[in-house]
Each structure stands twice: as C-alpha cells, then as structure tokens.
C-alpha cells in the first residue's frame, strides 16, 4: 500500500519558519514534491524534487525562502520554509510519482495534506 505522510504543519508568526516532512512508503519514488491550496483558491506547485539527482525546482513565489531536499535513508523528503508570510497560509500536500523525477498536478500519490497557518 502507497502511502505518503505528512507532518509538521502548525502556526507561525509573519517571518517565522517551519518545517515539513513526508514519508513515503510502499513503492519506489522518482520524483516528489509539494503542493499547497489556501482557501477559495486551486490547487498550486510549489517545489518537487528528484528523489535520483537531488535537482530541484521551485514555484517563484517561493524561491529564495523555501528549500526541499530529501534524505534517501528515511524516504523522506522535506520542506524548510523560512520568512514566511500571510499569503504563505495554505493545506500544504506531499506528491510522489513513480514514473517521473518530478511531480505535478497529474502525480498519482498524494498525502493527506498539513494545515501552515501564518499570522500577521
């Protein structure tokens, strides 16, 4: 059974930083990433990350102040987020693809989701 599982969402202040993590289980993950959805609003990238190669990408409103990596020992791969803002605000998912070294919206697996909460 594939399971992807999120953790380290929270509350945190305007400036302040947090960080997520993702396990994942049961199958072999080229790609992961993730992805965010505040409310009223679709579904957004934010980061993905070759589980090979470690090459990253990032959406632009968040280059600069989050970084994702992985740690191949634990199949897990996390999201360092600093500076964090209002609009930061967001269900924060975890995606896997088994195919692919980087995930999109079309990504087949995908985690329960971690609330972020930023005041102002």
């Known amino acids: 059974q594939v399971q992807l599982v999120e953790s380290g969402g929270g509350l945190v202040q305007a400036g302040g930083s947090l960080r997520l993590s993702c396990t994942a289980s049961?199958?072999?993950?080229?790609?992961m990433g993730w992805f965010r959805q505040a409310p009223g609003k679709e579904r957004e990238f934010v980061a993905t990350?070759?589980?090979?190669?470690?090459?990253?990408r990032y959406a632009n409103s968040v280059k600069g102040r989050f970084t994702i990596s992985r740690d191949n020992g634990k199949n897990t791969v996390y999201l360092q987020m600093n500076s964090l803002k209002a609009e930061d605000t967001a269900v924060y998912y975890c995606?896997?693809?088994?195919?692919?070294?980087?995930?999109?919206?079309?990504?087949?697996?995908w985690g329960q989701g971690t609330q972020v909460t930023v005041s102002s």
């Open positions: 995606a896997g693809d088994t195919i692919r070294a980087y995930v999109d919206a079309g990504s087949p697996y």
């Open positions: 049961g199958r072999t993950f080229y790609g």
């Open positions: 990350i070759s589980w090979s190669s470690g090459m990253t």
